[in-house]
């Protein structure tokens, strides 16, 4: 697809794989941190899960424990991937390799919660693949991981900048390819992304707690 990849507003030397390879990274972590909450359906149907809830602690510390175990998961797998990197040309600076890791560290946290937050509501695993694939593949798609938001209908543009994993997306990108501005094109400002992937890490755990804390009640 790199000899058609010529997006409008784009920096002039920017390959296709220098684009789909964050992509392809943030889709790692957007599987693993969301099938890693299988488990709540699984721990319920099973009667674990109620057992849990009966001990004396807290909801949000046992959502947290869950959101961090998740995301543990993901970013190591991700780290997996992102040692293929050099396999692109790109070469990291200690820099940009700390900002990344960060910022797969929240994007990581925030997915899991997302998943937290559907997977109390589940009694089977099946309505929760469902969900699941129902929700991931378009948010994914609408991220610009795959195509840019440069030169689409307009409709399609707002509904990318309505994703809040399009800001966590180019957060990445742009932690990835800190020194090196022809990956990075035309994207929200780093300030800005961190400021809304932050800001759903923090309603996704809000809404997972209240959503168990809601179950156990």
């Given amino acids: 697809m790199s000899a058609s990849f010529q997006p409008s507003g784009e920096v002039d030397g920017l390959s296709y794989i220098e684009y789909f390879y964050p992509g392809i990274v943030v889709l790692v972590l957007l599987f693993t941190s969301i099938f890693a ?54 070469r990291f600076s200690a820099a940009s390799l700390l900002l990344t890791l960060g910022v797969m560290a929240l994007l990581a946290f925030g997915l899991t919660n997302l998943g937290l937050l559907i997977a109390w509501r589940m009694d089977s695993t099946q309505g929760f693949h469902a969900i699941m694939n129902l929700l991931l593949i378009p948010i994914w798609l609408l991220s610009g991981a795959f195509f840019p938001s440069t030169g689409v209908p307009g409709w399609l543009a707002w509904a990318m900048k309505l994703n809040p994993l399009t800001y966590g997306l180019d957060a990445f990108r742009q932690s990835l390819y800190l020194n090196t501005a022809t990956a990075v094109g035309e994207v929200p400002s780093w300030t800005l992304s961190m400021l809304i992937t932050g800001l759903f890490c923090v309603l996704t755990y809000v809404g997972a707690t209240f959503t168990a804390s809601a179950e156990a009640n």
């Fill in 37 to 90: 909450t299988i488990s709540v359906v699984n721990d319920r149907r099973e009667g674990f899960l109620q057992g849990v809830l009966v001990a004396p602690v807290p909801r949000w510390r046992l959502v947290l424990a869950q959101a961090l175990g998740g995301t543990t998961l993901a970013l190591l797998q991700g780290i997996l991937l992102l040692l293929l990197a050099p396999m692109t040309g790109f």
